[in-house]
């Protein structure tokens, strides 16, 4: 089973992406992704920014995954 995490993008540059997934800061390929910028969140799959997400799916995310944990 594969699993995405919700994360907000923090800083972009040259193709990698410092994301902040729930208080964890990480360095992220964002080469996936055209046009990501600083406030964008993102789903990111084994240190690859995979997908733009919205704030609503992040906190749906989020929430989803609290209750399994």
């Known amino acids: 089973m594969c699993v ?3 994360a907000k ?3 972009v ?11 964890a800061k990480r360095e992220v390929s964002a080469k996936m992704i055209e046009s990501l ?3 964008d969140y993102v789903m990111v ?3 690859v920014a ?4 919205t704030a609503d799916d ?3 995310t989020d929430a989803l995954l609290d209750e399994l944990f």
């Open 4 to 6: 995405g995490l919700p």
């Open 9 to 11: 993008v923090v800083k």
């Open 13 to 23: 540059k040259d193709g990698t992406a410092i994301v902040d997934a729930s208080g």
């Open 37 to 39: 910028d600083p406030g």
């Open 45 to 47: 799959h084994a240190g």
């Open 50 to 53: 995979i997908a733009k997400i």
């Open 58 to 60: 992040e906190e749906e």
